[in-house]
């Protein structure tokens, strides 16, 4: 748990330096980290969904971004 908001702190301060790919390389340890369903449960997951579309839409991928959002919408993820 406590890894996983490590994690999260470091891929954001990534993302508010707008250093997104190295954001990205952070989001995607923090999904390595747990295995899905595990990682789905936790706290950080609805803040990894939105930092992730986030990172999306500011790399110019909102295709990507609204895609994600829409199906933690409709699968109730967050």
Wanted: proline share 3%; glycine share 2%.
């Amino acid at each position: 748990h406590y890894e996983l908001g490590f994690l999260y702190m470091i891929s954001h301060v990534f993302y508010r330096n707008r250093k997104f790919k190295e954001a990205a390389k952070w989001l995607d340890e923090m999904e390595k980290l747990l295995p899905a369903k595990t990682f789905r449960a936790s706290a950080y997951f609805p803040k990894y969904v939105s930092l992730r579309a986030a990172v999306a839409s500011y790399s110019g991928r909102n295709t990507e971004a609204i895609e994600l959002m829409k199906a933690a919408l409709q699968n109730r993820l967050v």
